[in-house]
């Protein structure tokens, strides 16, 4: 015999969400990237191109895709003119593993910054 189940009505709301949001266009990676912009901003990270960075502008400056010999990165985290951290922007619904780096990928991004780029010197910190 077959029970009938009752649904809260937030229960019914997530559910409706979710479909709803699985039924939109995943992000392009520029929309991701414009996201990325956007919650760097909010949590106090001034964000910058290469074309007119400045390390000196806030504690936390984040410096969109700079050049190193391991490739492109699409943001460099710098603090106190010290760089700490890598972030890769992806298309919404990429598949992340074939493109997550193991620690020694971040440690190549760092240390193979072109010399182009401005920025080698400055990278020459631990990760």
Do not use: C, F, H
């Not at 290469?50 to 504690?59: I, P, Q």
Request: without cysteine.
């Amino acid at each position: 015999m077959r029970q009938d189940r009752t649904v809260s009505a937030a229960d019914r709301d997530a559910l409706i969400e979710r479909a709803q949001k699985a039924a939109t266009e995943p992000l392009t990676e520029l929309e991701v990237r414009e996201r990325v912009d956007a919650m760097l901003t909010a949590a106090g990270w001034v964000v910058q191109n290469l074309a007119n960075v400045n390390l000196y502008a806030a504690t936390g400056v984040a410096v969109r895709e700079v050049a190193t010999d391991a490739g492109l990165a699409d943001y460099l985290l710098w603090v106190d003119r010290k760089l700490v951290g890598v972030i890769e922007a992806k298309r919404e619904g990429k598949i992340l593993s074939p493109v997550e780096r193991p620690v020694r990928e971040v440690r190549r991004r760092v240390d193979g910054l072109a010399a182009d780029s401005g920025l080698a010197d400055a990278a020459a910190v631990p990760l």
